[in-house]
């Protein structure tokens, strides 16, 4: 599908509707990944968070590591802390 669009003051472009339609995740505040992959060409891509698989793992370990009957707080309060602390 192609569609003609203008780019306005200070660089914005609104994406037509006749693709957000078609396009599920071209939504209001999405985040997206602009990059120039020829001289004459534009490609806008869903941002996706990389995510450190290992860091994941060694908070699981960790909270299954905490016995519950040892613990004098919330896991609420736990969560704050342990945000906290990073």
Not at 60 to 69: E, F, L, N
Request: charged fraction near 30%.
């Amino acid at each position: 599908m192609k569609s003609v669009t203008i780019i306005r003051d200070r660089g914005q472009l609104t994406i037509p509707d006749s693709i957000r339609k078609i396009i599920g995740w071209v939504a209001p505040m999405s985040a997206v990944t602009i990059s120039i992959t020829k001289p004459d060409e534009i490609v806008i891509k869903p941002h996706i968070k990389i995510i450190d698989k290992a860091q994941i793992w060694e908070n699981v370990k960790r909270a299954r590591s905490i016995k519950g009957k040892s613990v004098s707080s919330s896991a609420a309060e736990f969560l704050v802390r342990d945000r906290n602390s990073h």
